[in-house]
């Protein structure tokens, strides 16, 4: 028996992908059983469909796709890693209602859809059943966010009457107004200076991987890719004024975290400080500079998630009163947590052998290029977090451990293996990183080109691609066709 | 692939591969014993050596001794027309080193195989050091900027983890976060150096000719260059790690402090010297550098009350001369120096925890204690010049003060200040104390590997 061919149409498999742990989570919420069962059964029928939905993508329109995987499998690593004490019927429906809402934003091509996925992926957030804040900047950054959101969208579907962000590419939708919430949305969302403090409260007073997963779907950086470049490439003088933003919030916070003592909050800025790196490359309009940030997108994601796992992990085992001021000596108990944080710690600050390298190397190429001087700061930035994250090693798993713990509390199976994938992940892709640079080098060509106005695409010549002749010959065709 | 590229990736991988895999093993619930461990790893140095003996065979016997072999797996990333090139060589330069490093990694890891006997940490410590000598071998045998600075980085982090290698007490691993501070910080002069190369001659590849700079490009391009050599091999004024990283097990000691690693930057500067020649000003101030170098190491090493200090500030005042000569332009008489240097302060270092033993030897040869008498050169000087020159040299040239009151001192305030504004519309209640803390990053006082 053949399986019809309607199965595999995009629009049938992104419903199926978000609908699926939507309905998972209502089943969790009825059922009450088998919580972490079910959630990793949901998110892995979401990986297998965006995996089907990557594969079927065609070259160099990909990026959603593999966004869309990417975060399916953080789902799934997130529920493995989630300990039994976190396991509740809140946080797993959460955790799935949040994974939907983020496929809906990564799928959709429609400004309303944007606008719907958005409010839902922080209503967890907003909700007392779920993760609902316990400060108020947390819940005013969010909502801030979103009513700039709204009332960008607002603007734009007034002004054009169009909400198809295919209609809208290159047409400036709403002028210099717009542009403006736009970027407003994404200073509160991303958590860029200086909206930047609800970032760490959220952290250190929500629920650690939830609220790591909030922060890794990369809404902000997900507007400037899929909203801000393309539609507004008109916007030269103001396009720098983001990446200036986006490069002072990644020294700031890593100034900020040199002197943080509280791993909840030390991470937090770590991950904000490296995350602000891919807006800056994002908007360095650069070859190097894009592909470096999408790339990026993929290393912190994935970094960061696992970092804040292995510190749940730590607070569960050892305690909720980590501290970075004194030597707590948990290596001795935990090592292979303490040398999985240490790889996914380097990953994330760029050191070789590790994805995060190439991705930081590129980074740096690309905002040099475009900003020469505000560029220099981020190789600071970059220094600094890797002192950062090497003290907050050193203090958690080195030195002596003196309460008189001696128990061994290693990872368990189920952690060990995810959390060996995760290395296994920023390794290889640190030794063979050209199988995803070259991915997101396709993807760059889309994004670049998507600067350049309609009007203007006919003097724009696609640049030669290393390694791949055929592409430079259908990429501008392809463009048009999108454009139109 | 020809025999001479096989054999050259065979010496570079060799380690690298050997590392990955009992990694991965260890991660999966493996831990290897002690036996097979140690002759693991003198089996693949014993390879690397041999490997790189005929390569040295291979480009000693061709018709033009200065090509070099080479091998280019194409592009390990690329990116528009940025490309990171994967190439491997071995010239006339890289070779001495790469020897180096082969044969001083297996001597320090038959060495270690008793010396670290039962200790807690061998498996760690045979882990890193493979993932050094990859590091190092990868650093040497680069064909580009962008491979050495790779390999440059995991020598880096292999260093300050074995720095902390006795876990167990704050010491080493405070100074290993304060080693791990100044080589990121020194290597943003790399990072940017290559990315300038890039810009302005759009290569940074060396296997097939140079990147051409001139004038005040190649000024700039140098001088990143020498901040991060500077950093590496611990020049004046980033001079005051070095003690600190004594603090690590003397095998790790001998070859990263006594021989490789402290030579890096060396290495670094000799692969620079096309562009050294084109900039009076850089190689002015290498030699420079090297002098304050040379005079410091010497002052402060007469000062030094532990025999791995001593050690290292005479490894040091060594270097200090090789910048010398490598300002100068003595190209061959640099390498020839740290290879006799290297090669001598290794068996020192691997010597100094049987000192008490051997001067007992020799006392008990000569039928009593050796004469402490005798001039030095200091007796020359007036009393009060002595006293202060003491002084300094008892601080190490006040080199950690100067960094801690005018980096690291005004950098944990701003962050504190920092830290006051982030606290601007939260309740008082919210308020944790102690969660800045104003010395997190200078180290414990008076424990600098004393």
Not at chain 1, 397 to 406: A, D, M, W
Not at chain 2, 132 to 144: E, P, V
Not at chain 2, 181 to 190: E, N, S
């Amino acid at each position: 028996m053949s399986i019809p061919q309607w199965v595999f149409r995009p629009p049938f498999l992104i419903a199926v992908s978000i609908a699926v742990p939507w309905a998972a989570a209502i089943v969790v919420t009825a059922l009450r059983r088998h919580l972490r069962t079910l959630a990793c059964m949901a998110a892995l029928g979401s990986i297998v469909v965006s995996a089907v939905l990557l594969r079927e993508a065609p070259k160099g329109e990909s990026l959603y796709q593999a966004l869309m995987l990417l975060f399916s499998c953080l789902t799934f690593g997130a529920t493995l890693v989630l300990p039994r004490r976190d396991c509740t019927v809140g946080t797993i429906s959460g955790i799935l209602f949040l994974l939907g809402s983020t496929l809906l934003a990564y799928s959709t091509g429609n400004l309303l859809v944007l606008l719907v996925a958005w409010i839902l992926s922080i209503v967890p957030f907003l909700w007392p059943g779920w993760f609902r804040a316990r400060t108020w900047r947390p819940l005013a950054g969010l909502l801030f966010s979103t009513l700039a959101l709204a009332l960008a969208i607002g603007l734009i579907s007034a002004s054009t009457g169009a909400i198809s962000i295919s209609n809208l590419r290159g047409r400036n939708p709403g002028g210099a107004g717009v542009f403006a919430l736009l970027v407003v949305a994404v200073i509160f969302r991303k958590g860029i200076l200086p909206a930047h403090a609800w970032v760490a409260d959220a952290v250190e007073g929500g629920p650690a991987l939830p609220t790591a997963l909030l922060l890794n779907g990369h809404f902000g950086a997900l507007l400037v890719a899929k909203l801000i470049v393309p539609l507004f490439p008109n916007m030269d003088s103001l396009f720098p004024v983001l990446s200036y933003l986006a490069i002072a919030t990644a020294l700031y916070v890593a100034i900020r975290a040199l002197g943080e003592n509280s791993p909840r909050r030390l991470l937090a800025f770590l991950a904000l400080s490296q995350s602000a790196c891919i807006l800056s490359g994002l908007e360095s309009r650069t070859a190097q500079g894009i592909a470096g940030a999408l790339v990026h997108w993929f290393v912190v994601t994935v970094s960061t998630v696992a970092l804040f796992g292995i510190l749940r992990l730590l607070e569960v085992r050892f305690g909720e009163n980590l501290t970075a001021t004194k030597h707590l000596g948990l290596a001795e108990h935990a090592p292979r947590l303490a040398v999985s944080f240490a790889i996914f710690g380097l990953a994330l600050v760029g050191l070789p052998g590790t994805l995060g390298f190439c991705s930081q190397d590129l980074l740096i190429h690309g905002t040099l290029t475009s900003h020469p001087l505000t560029g220099l700061l981020l190789p600071i930035a970059t220094a600094m977090n890797a002192v950062s994250i090497f003290r907050l090693f050193t203090r958690l798993f080195l030195g002596k451990r003196r309460t008189g713990f001696t128990v061994t509390a290693d990872a368990l199976p189920r952690e060990r293996w995810i959390l060996a994938a995760g290395v296994l992940f920023v390794v290889l892709g640190g030794v063979f990183p050209n199988a995803i640079v070259v991915q997101h080098s396709a993807e760059t060509d889309i994004v670049e080109q998507a600067v350049h106005t309609p009007a203007n695409l006919d003097q724009v010549e696609p640049r030669s691609h290393v390694g791949d002749p055929v592409r430079s010959q259908t990429l501008r065709p392809m463009i048009v066709a999108d454009n139109h | 692939m020809s025999a001479s590229q096989a054999i050259l990736t065979l010496v570079v991988m060799a380690p690298g591969v050997v590392f990955g895999t009992l990694a991965l093993l260890w991660l999966f619930g493996w831990t290897p014993g002690e036996r097979l461990l140690s002759w693991i790893t003198g089996l693949t140095f014993s390879a690397c050596t041999l490997g790189i003996a005929a390569l040295t065979w291979i480009v000693i016997s061709a018709a033009n001794r200065s090509a070099p072999v080479a091998v280019t797996f194409g592009n390990w990333f690329a990116v528009g027309d940025y490309h990171f090139p994967l190439v491997l060589m071995a010239d006339r330069l890289s070779l001495p080193f790469l020897a180096l490093a082969a044969v001083l990694s297996g001597l320090i890891g038959q060495f270690s195989a008793t010396y670290l006997h039962r200790e807690p940490g061998f498996l760690r410590f045979f882990l890193l050091l493979h993932l050094f000598a990859f590091g190092s071998l990868l650093a040497f045998a680069a064909g580009s900027f962008d491979l050495l600075a790779a390999g440059w980085e995991m020598v880096g982090i292999t260093s300050v983890l074995l720095i902390g290698f006795f876990q167990l007490r704050p010491a080493p691993v405070e100074n290993g976060l304060r080693v791990f501070g100044v080589y990121r910080a020194c290597d943003i002069g790399l990072l940017v150096g290559i990315f300038a190369m890039h810009h302005w001659a759009g290569t940074a590849s060396f296997h097939d000719g140079f990147p051409a700079l001139t004038g005040t490009r190649a000024v700039i391009v140098s001088l990143l260059l020498l901040l991060a050599a500077s950093g590496k091999a611990a020049q004046v004024p980033f001079s005051g790690w070095l003690p600190r990283a004594m603090e690590g097990p003397t095998p790790s000691s001998a070859i990263f402090y006594g021989a490789i690693s402290i030579h890096a930057g060396a290495y670094l500067l000799l692969r620079a010297e096309p562009l050294l020649a084109r900039s009076v000003l850089a190689s002015a101030l290498v030699v420079l550098i090297g002098l304050a170098t040379a005079i410091h190491g010497a002052i402060v090493g007469r000062a030094s009350a532990d025999a791995k200090t001593s050690l290292a500030y005479a490894t040091l005042t060594q270097v200090g001369i090789v910048f010398i000569e490598i300002g100068l332009g003595w190209r061959w008489i640099a390498v020839a120096h740290i290879l006799g240097n290297a090669t001598v302060r290794t068996m020192q270092f691997l010597r100094a925890p049987s000192m008490l033993h051997d001067y007992h030897q020799m006392h008990s040869a000569i039928g009593g204690e050796v004469s402490t008498g005798g001039r030095q050169i200091e007796d020359l000087l007036p009393e009060r010049v002595q006293l202060w020159l003491y002084r300094w040299a008892f601080d190490r040239g006040h080199l950690d003060t100067i960094l801690d009151r005018w980096v690291i001192d005004p950098l944990v305030q701003l962050s504190a200040y920092l830290a006051k504004l982030d606290r601007i519309g939260t309740p008082w209640t919210s308020l944790r104390s102690g969660d800045v803390a104003p010395i997190s990053l200078r180290g414990p006082a008076g424990q600098r590997g004393d």
